[in-house]
């Protein structure tokens, strides 16, 4: 069939169908549970695939969002929060869902780049001035230095930070993991709060003033910057590959019927104005047509398949209880 054959046959099942609901909630409504620092992402890419749907189809759709660090949002899925979309931090907090029977395990093989429509990376941002001449993660372990990054327990971004910081300190002494705990423990302690979320931290940092440096998604800095805060972007020398993926929720899409719409609207999230929306968001874009040269600062990244053997590793040897972060 032709797509827009495809598009039009669509339309026409989920006009014929009747608007089921969980909870009241019509079936020509998405519901995307995503993480903290995609607010103001996903509410334009939202209203683009709602506008690029009803063009295809002459169909109204809304889809609705909520927002909280991943592994809390994750673990709201996992108890009966009932979206038929996540947009998560990392793919251990979509892995959780699937155990629990809610997501096909393979789900990262339905979608290009291991279902991760854009990547970011973690960066600095310092207060107007950089007064503590902060350009480094050896600089984030120097006494009098107070860092702010959130909870790794209930924050994707906080593992992702964590990650960075371990990788820096892997390359900076030969692998040696003896110190590269050492180095960790010394950035931590030099933490004096652990928020829930990386938009909280953002709070902490920028409109509570606490705090010298804060780790930060690119977006959430490069955002607080654009809104004219006293702040400064600090782009590391090297960072980690921070890949947040998407999934459609198998079990909710079929009770409801909306598994068609759902992967219509997460296969949007690949097309040209999606990508571009992304990279307007400060995301890197897989589409490198979507940002022109020179839109993000360089930077080398590396893997946590580098520096951790990949997440199950990285999970197992970090943040269960009794892990490394727990040391």
Known sequence: ???????????????????????????????????DATRELYAELETAFAADWKAKTGQSVTVDQSHAGSGKQARSVVDGNDPDIVSLA???????????????????????????PYTSTIVFLVRKGNPKGIRDWSDLVRPGVQVITPNPRTSGGARWNYLAAWGHA??????????????VAALYRNVPVL???????????????????????????????????PVELVVPPASILAEPPVAIVDKVVDRRGTRALATAYVEFLYAPAAQAIAARHHYRPRDPAAAPPGTFAPV??????EIAGGWDKAEAAHFVDGAVFDQ
Not at 100 to 112: E, K, S, V
Not at 170 to 183: C, P, S, V, Y
């Open 1 to 35: 069939m032709a797509p827009v054959a495809r598009v039009l046959a669509l339309a026409a099942s989920l006009a014929a169908a009747a608007t089921g609901c969980d909870g009241g909630r019509p079936d020509s409504v998405l519901f995307n549970v995503s993480y």
């Open 90 to 116: 990392l793919a251990p907090d979509i892995d959780h869902i699937a155990r629990a029977g809610l997501i096909d395990l393979a789900w990262q093989a339905r979608l290009p780049h291991r279902s991760a």
């Open 195 to 229: 928020d829930s979320g990386a938009r909280a931290a953002t709070t902490t940092f920028v409109e509570r003033e606490i705090g010298d440096v804060l780790l930060a998604w690119e977006n959430e800095a490069l955002l607080a910057v654009a809104k004219g805060k």
């Open 300 to 305: 080398r990244l590396f893997t946590v398949d």
């Open 170 to 183: 892997l390359e900076q002494h030969g692998g040696d993991e003896t110190k590269a705990r050492a180095f």
